[in-house]
C-alpha cells in the first residue's frame, strides 16, 4: 500500500496516483504543496503591495515598523507555523481530519504573507543567510528522517511505513541542494553583473 492518508481535495489523488505510479511515498509531493503553499503566500502579499496606494502603503509600513521591529516578530510567527504542522502527531492528525486540513493549508499560506512582510526588515546578506539556513534546516531534518528509518523501529512519523517515512527525507535532502545550487549560482550572477556594471 503506497498512501495511508485519505485524499481530501483533488491534489490529493493527483498525489495517489503519482505516488502509485512511481512507487514513492505521496508524503514526497507532500512536501512540495507545503513550500508551493509558502510560496503562494509570498506571492499574495507581493500583489497586494503592489496593488495598494502609496498612502495605504505608507500608513502599513509605519505600523508595520511599530509592531514588528526588525521583522523578527513575524518571521519568528512563521517560523513556528512551519514547525508546529511538521510535528509528528499534529501533522498525522491534518492528513487524517479534513477541518485541520484546511486549517493547514490556510496557516502555510499566512506564513508564507509574515515571510514576505518579515523579509523587508531585513538587509540583501540576511536575507540570503536565512534562504541558505532554512536550506541547512531542511537538509539536516532530511537525515535526520533517514537515520531513524535506517534503525528499523524508530519511526518519526507513526502512520507512515518505515520506507515512506525514508523517501521523505531523502526527498528533503535533495529539495536542499537543489535550492542552493539554484539560489548560489544566481547570487552570483547577480554580484558580478552589478560590479561590472559599476565599474564601467
Not at 39 to 44: A, D, E, K, Q, S
Request: aromatic share 14%.
Amino acid at each position: 500500500m503506497i498512501s495511508v492518508f485519505p485524499p481530501f481535495e483533488l491534489i490529493d489523488y493527483l498525489y495517489w496516483v503519482l505516488a502509485t505510479t512511481l512507487n514513492v511515498a505521496p508524503e514526497v509531493f507532500i512536501m512540495f504543496s507545503d513550500l508551493l503553499l509558502l510560496f503562494t503566500g509570498v506571492l499574495i502579499a507581493y500583489s497586494l503591495q503592489q496593488l495598494l496606494s502609496d498612502e495605504m502603503l505608507s500608513e502599513f509600513g509605519s505600523l508595520n515598523s511599530r509592531l514588528n521591529k526588525g521583522g523578527v516578530p513575524s518571521l519568528t510567527v512563521a517560523t513556528l507555523i512551519i514547525i508546529y504542522w511538521h510535528v509528528p502527531t499534529v501533522l498525522d492528525s491534518a492528513l487524517l481530519n479534513f477541518r485541520l486540513h484546511v486549517i493547514m493549508h490556510m496557516s502555510l499560506l499566512a506564513a508564507g504573507i509574515l515571510i514576505f512582510i518579515g523579509a523587508a526588515f531585513l538587509g540583501g546578506r540576511t536575507r540570503k543567510m536565512a534562504a541558505i539556513l532554512g536550506c541547512k534546516a531542511m537538509g539536516i531534518f532530511g537525515v535526520f528522517l533517514l537515520v531513524t528509518s535506517g534503525s528499523g523501529y524508530n519511526r518519526f512519523y507513526s502512520i507512515y511505513p518505515i520506507t515512506q517515512q525514508a523517501q521523505f527525507g531523502l526527498a528533503m535532502m535533495i529539495m536542499m541542494f537543489v535550492f542552493e545550487g539554484l539560489l548560489v549560482p544566481y547570487w552570483l550572477f547577480k554580484y558580478f553583473t552589478s560590479v561590472t556594471l559599476n565599474s564601467s
